[in-house]
C-alpha cells in the first residue's frame, strides 16, 4: 500500500468521517450537541477498554517483553517538553507559561489518535505488538510534570514544590483520570490474562468502534469550534501544529524501531510521539499554571494537531516505518 492509498483509506474510515461531521456540524451551527455526562462517559470507556486490552497482552507477551519499549516511550514523553519548550520561546515569543503549558500537551499524548491508530493497521492487515497500549499510559505522566515544571521557571529557580500548583500537577500526573484509569485497567487486564478477557469481551471488544465513533463525532464538534481561535493562535502556532507532529512522530518511530517494535509498533509509538493531549493536560495545566493561555494549547492540539495526525500522520507514520525495517 503507498501513502496515497493509505490516505485515502484513512480519511474513509468510520471514524474519521464521523470526526469530519461533527466539524461540519459546528461549523454549520446546528444544534447538535453531546451531554457533558454522555462525553465524561465516553472517555472513560475507552480509557479502560484501551487499558485492560494493553493488560491482558502485557499478560500474555510476558514483561520481559515489555520492559525496553515502555522505558523507551517513558523517556519520549519527558524528552519532548524539553526541545519543545525553546522553540516556543526564542521562535515563538511565547511567555515561560504558554510555552510550558504547550510543550506539556505535546509532550503528553492522545488516546483517541493512538485507537485511530490501531483502527488502520487493522484495517490493512498489518500486525502489531497488542500491548502497545502501554506507551499510552507511561508516556502521560512524564511530559505533564517536565511541562509544568518548565513552565513554572524551573531553569530560572522559580520551581518549587512548595507551590500548591506544582503539587496539583504532580498528583494529576500521577492520579488524574486519563493516567488512572490506563493504569488501573491495565494492571487488572495483566492480572486476569485472556480468562478475564474473555468474560468481558462482550463489553469493551465488542461495541467499542460504536463508542469510538461517537466520541470522534464530540471531537469534531469541539475541533469545528475552536476553528475561529485559529486568527487568534497566529501563523507560527499554526506552523507548529503541523511540523512538531511531523518531527516528533519521525522521532517516535526512529526510537522504536531502534528497540526492536514491529513496522506496526515503531508506527504506533510515532503516533503517540505525535500527537497531542486534550484531555489530561488541559486538566492539570490549568489547575497548575492558571497564568497559561489556553487558547493557544488547546486551539494548537485540537484544532491543528488532531485533525492533521488522524487524516495525514497516521498513513504517514506508517510509511516510515516501513521504511525504516531492516
Known sequence: MDLLTAIQSNLLSPAVLFFVLGVFAAVSKSDLKFPESLYTTLTIYLLIAIGFKGG????????????????????????????????????GSFSIADAGAI????????????????????????????????????????????????????????????????????RDAVLGRGVLLLIGAMVIG??????????????FVTPFQGVLALFLLEMGMVAGRRLGDLKKVGVFLLLFGLIAPVVHGAAGVLLGTW?????????????????????????AVRLSLPEANPTYSLTAALAITFPFNITVGVPFFFEIAKRLQP
Open 56 to 91: 491482558v497482552a502485557i499478560h500474555e507477551a510476558g514483561v520481559g517483553a515489555v520492559w525496553l519499549p515502555a522505558l523507551a516511550a517513558m523517556a519520549l514523553g519527558g524528552l519532548i517538553p524539553l526541545w519543545t519548550y525553546p522553540v516556543l520561546r526564542k521562535l
Open 259 to 283: 528497540v526492536g517494535l514491529s513496522t506496526g509498533g515503531a508506527m504506533l509509538l510515532g503516533v503517540l510521539a505525535a500527537s497531542a493531549s486534550y484531555i489530561a493536560a488541559p486538566a
Open 190 to 203: 495483566a492480572l486476569s490474562g485472556k480468562n478475564g478477557m474473555n468474560s468481558v469481551e462482550g463489553f
Open 103 to 170: 510543550a506539556a500537551h505535546y509532550g503528553s499524548v492522545s488516546a483517541v489518535t493512538f485507537i485511530a491508530a490501531t483502527n488502520f493497521l487493522k484495517s490493512i492487515h498489518e500486525p502489531f505488538e497488542n500491548y502497545a497500549s502501554t506507551f499510552l499510559a507511561v508516556m502521560e505522566s512524564p511530559a505533564i510534570i517536565v511541562g509544568v515544571m518548565l513552565g513554572k521557571g524551573a531553569f530560572g529557580g522559580k520551581f518549587s514544590l512548595s507551590d500548591q500548583g506544582v503539587r496539583h500537577a504532580l
